[in-house]
């Protein structure tokens, strides 16, 4: 999922082999071979990238050597939120600049739409991290958005292989709903075009989200839905804090809320 309004084809059209990512303990394979990166990274088998500063080599001696100076152990911002070992921080593109341009970077290798990657000056991103007994906070994803647009509450969101399945994709979805609120808009959306992983990231949040609510409904909080289906998914997003025709979008593409022949939503 990106900003990206760009019809550029950034992926390569060669059949070579994409490069492998070594990050701190991890090593995984990317995505996308990005004409936007580096060329020296698509002649290569690995690239070498430091869990807590990003700088990214192609030697295996210059990243150990790297490592033995780096002195940075944590993102260059504010920490806005932490659970356990779990820790996101909210950068500034425009006062982290080489940092920023880094996380953009190496969203191109995974997210095949991404090609905003020097107007980082434009953008907060929100840098999810796992943190060890020493204080030090290793890189596992971010999200971005556009300044003073708050109702577009996300643009683009990547969470390294290594870390997924873990619940942090939808936990990166609700901060970004969560910053919508606190700047008083109550239907924040992402930006469009979702990407594959993306859609099913929202479709995920979405589901759990209205399952939840309907969970914990009391009795005293009928629906009337008076034989409306619409009128029970306008109740929703208004009750959920949900951007409507978004998520009728989503609905569409990925079917999560069928109609049925009864008054009731099925979850799927």
């Known amino acids: 999922m990106t900003n990206d309004t760009s019809k550029i084809n950034n992926t390569s059209t060669t059949n070579k082999a994409r490069p492998w990512i070594q990050t701190g303990r ?3 394979e990317t995505v996308c071979r990005t004409t936007l990166c580096p060329k ?3 002649q290569v088998e690995k ?10 080599t192609i030697q295996a001696t210059s990243a150990r050597r790297h490592r033995t100076k780096c ?3 944590r993102p260059p911002g504010c920490l806005i939120y932490i659970q356990n070992d779990v820790n996101i921080f909210e950068v500034c593109g425009w006062k982290a600049k080489t940092y920023c341009e880094d996380l953009c970077l190496l969203a191109t290798l995974f997210i095949e739409s991404k090609v905003e990657i020097k107007n980082v000056h434009r953008f907060r991103f929100y840098v999810l991290t796992v943190c060890h007994n020493d204080n030090q906070y290793e890189f596992a994803g971010f999200f971005s958005k ?3 647009q708050e109702r577009l509450n996300l643009s683009c969101l990547l969470i390294l292989p290594p870390y997924r399945n873990r619940g942090f994709g939808s936990l990166m979805v609700h901060i970004s709903y969560a910053l ?5 808009i109550h239907t924040g959306t992402p930006e469009r ?7 099913l990231c929202y479709r995920k949040y979405w589901k759990s989200k209205i399952f939840d609510y309907l969970l914990t409904k009391t009795n005293d909080e009928q629906i009337a839905i008076n034989g409306s289906y619409l009128f029970y998914r306008l109740y929703l997003c ?5 951007n409507y025709s978004s998520l009728i979008k989503m609905n569409e593409e990925y079917p999560c809320l069928p109609a049925t022949d009864r008054y009731s939503i099925k979850i799927t």
């Open 238 to 242: 208004q009750r959920l804090n949900l």
């Open 71 to 73: 002195t940075q152990t």
């Open 26 to 28: 991890y090593e995984f």
């Open 146 to 148: 556009l300044q003073y």
């Open 180 to 184: 919508s609120r606190l700047a008083n």
């Open 40 to 42: 020296e990274w698509l």
């Open 193 to 199: 075009p979702l990407s594959t992983q993306g859609l």
């Open 47 to 56: 690239i070498y990238v430091c869990e807590y500063c990003l700088k990214t």
